[in-house]
């Protein structure tokens, strides 16, 4: 059984990216009532041409309901879901049991999957929500490998789906409080501020617990540099891909709706890739370990997915290797119009992605980049749109081209 790639999708521009680098599947947000409400979502209008464009690649779309309403909010979620009647998505994501009853009495023929925000972590809770009429479920972050072999064991009949990759959550499978406390704005409605990714410096404690007397705990002086020690590093499990196939979880998901292409594409492309080449017994591990490590920029781990460890899986890339612009379309057999988005000059060698993580050299000095009057640029810059002559046939739209600077 081939499981579903799930990609986030941000906005329309990485949603193409995730299509065309392989995702079987996409999930995005509704404005006002997903877990990203200050940016990466789509306005009724864009969801439904979202959902046209999709379709027409003969993939999936899931929307993100996920956020945890209150009473005031109500009305308007109702209204929503009311002008979503006839938007054929192929499923909605929410977390809330209130949320999730509202939009089977408005919505009862479109499926609903559980978010991981519902936190669920035991077969009983699974059998519970299959009976409620969920269809897939999102399992809690905090499991281990065991876990979620027995959850699906004695849940053979629902769907389930996991994070493979992508950052973790310093709370309870999302469930935190720290952006509500200090900037007044609730993760749980979409608004976190992201206070565990900040810079802290302790002005120096010792904390020492009752039943252990004279035994120091923990312990931070004030010299000490300022520090993101809430931070979790991201997780990254493309080494068990194998693992997951064999035990059957349907949809293996990546982290992300805030990342820009420039992420998702190498990501998304490495693991497409990865899965068919499990199916197809050819595992190249250290191919996918060089790719994920050039996109990301944060030390990725294995979780909670090993029991009683966690696994260091890749570092950064120290080597600068951006993407440096993107694809817009075909204008002639050697000419493209291109969306810039790192600095880069005509002496640095190139790199198209292909998808299937085929890579592409273009040599330096072998191709030219043009403003829109057709005058030779000698460098561009990230944020404009020009063109770029280079005699290939291995250059498509919507592809990356990643710079070696």
Request: aromatic share 10%; hydrophobic share 40%; glycine share 4%.
């Amino acid at each position: 059984m081939r499981p579903e790639l799930l990609c986030p999708a941000g906005n329309m521009e990485r949603l193409i990216t995730c299509l065309t680098y392989g995702a079987d599947a996409v999930y995005i947000g509704a404005q006002g009532f997903s877990l990203r409400a200050k940016g990466a979502n789509f306005s009724l209008n864009k969801i439904k041409e979202a959902v046209s464009l999709v379709h027409l690649y003969g993939k999936r779309i899931y929307l993100c309901l996920n956020a945890y309403l209150y009473d005031h909010q109500i009305k308007g979620f109702e209204d929503f879901l009311k002008q979503l009647e006839d938007v054929p998505v192929d499923a909605i994501i929410a977390a809330d049991i209130g949320v999730i009853s509202i939009i089977k009495k408005h919505l009862p023929k479109i499926p609903i999957h559980l978010s991981t925000q519902a936190n669920t972590c035991n077969s009983y809770s699974v059998s519970f929500w299959k009976e409620m009429g969920i269809k897939r479920i999102n399992l809690a972050r905090e499991l281990n490998l065991n876990n979620i072999k027995s959850i699906r064991k004695n849940n053979p009949e629902i769907e389930l789906e996991t994070f493979i990759h992508g950052a973790m959550c310093l709370a309870i499978s999302g469930r935190c409080y720290l952006s509500a406390y200090l900037n007044n704005r609730s993760a749980n409605q979409g608004l976190c501020t992201h206070p565990c990714r900040f810079l802290y410096k302790i002005r120096g404690i010792a904390v020492e617990e009752q039943q252990r007397p004279d035994k120091i705990l923990w312990e931070y002086f004030e010299d000490e540099p300022f520090s993101a020690f809430f931070s979790t590093e991201d997780l990254c499990l493309i080494k068990y891909l194998k693992w997951f196939i064999v035990n059957k979880i349907d949809s293996l998901k990546i982290e992300g709706r805030m990342k820009t292409s420039s992420y998702l594409g190498p990501v998304v492309d490495t693991y497409a890739t990865a899965i068919n080449d499990v199916l197809n017994k050819r595992f190249r591990l250290d191919k996918y370990i060089k790719e994920l490590s050039s996109a990301t920029t944060r030390i990725c781990n294995t979780g909670f997915f090993l029991p009683n460890r966690r696994v260091a899986v890749l570092t950064p890339s120290k080597q600068k290797n951006p993407i440096v612009f993107k694809v817009i379309k075909k204008i002639s057999s050697n000419k493209y119009m291109i969306s810039v988005r790192h600095k880069v000059d005509c002496s640095a060698d190139l790199e198209i992605l292909v998808p299937g993580l085929v890579r592409v050299k273009i040599s330096a000095n072998t191709y030219s980049f043009e403003d829109m009057e057709g005058n030779i640029l000698k460098e561009v810059n990230s944020g404009i749109e020009c063109y770029f002559r280079y005699d290939t046939d291995m250059l498509k739209e919507n592809y990356l081209v990643r710079g070696y600077l």
